[in-house]
């Protein structure tokens, strides 16, 4: 999904990003296990740095995909230390930020939940072979709609975050 945000600004289409970002299966897997250690550590120290390093290590996973160093590439220490960088300072904003978009996807799976799935619950009560077909199509609306809407959101946060740190050097 980031590999096609990045493309829909180079007028790349969706087959030739799912092509692309073939090759940064790898690392995006070992960022996320470091990640995912990283942020459960912190959560394991208590509730408040695990929050900390969630928002400040929120963008590693766009950092490894959109920006390159001069051999072309980010390794996946540079993601996470660059993302920290572009959140110091600017931490509770991003905090913020995040809340907000949490708050949007919560309502839209809400009224979603009221106008559609509720209805259709209610028809699965009446024949229970209908309700995995319900949770299927509510589950798949909610996934098409919500991901690229999220992916957007959090790319867009992240270039105004780079935006304000290009000028500071990463330590």
């Keep these: 999904m980031i590999v096609a945000v990045l493309g829909a600004q180079n007028g790349i289409g969706a087959i030739e990003a799912y092509k692309t970002s073939w090759k940064f299966l790898w690392k995006y897997f070992w960022l996320g296990i470091l990640w995912t250690i990283l942020?459960?550590?912190?959560?394991?120290?208590?509730?408040?740095p695990g929050i900390y390093l969630l928002v400040s290590l929120g963008f590693a996973f766009i950092i490894l995909i959109?920006?390159?160093?001069?051999?072309?590439?980010?390794?996946?220490?540079?993601?996470?230390?660059?993302?920290?960088?572009?959140v110091k300072g600017y931490w509770w904003q991003t905090l913020g930020r995040f809340l907000f978009l949490l708050l949007v996807l919560l309502g839209f799976v809400m009224i979603l939940g009221v106008v559609v799935l509720f209805p259709a619950a209610f028809a699965a009560m009446l024949n229970p072979q209908f309700s995995s077909?319900?949770?299927?199509?509510?589950?798949?609306?909610?996934n098409v709609v919500l991901t690229p809407f999220s992916t957007i959101y959090w790319y867009l946060l992240y270039e105004d975050l780079k935006k304000v740190k290009q000028s500071q050097e990463l330590i």
């Design 39 to 48: 942020i459960f550590a912190g959560f394991l120290i208590f509730v408040i």
């Design 133 to 142: 077909f319900v949770q299927s199509v509510g589950g798949t609306i909610i």
């Design 66 to 86: 959109a920006e390159k160093d001069s051999n072309g590439k980010v390794s996946i220490r540079m993601s996470l230390k660059k993302s920290h960088h572009y």
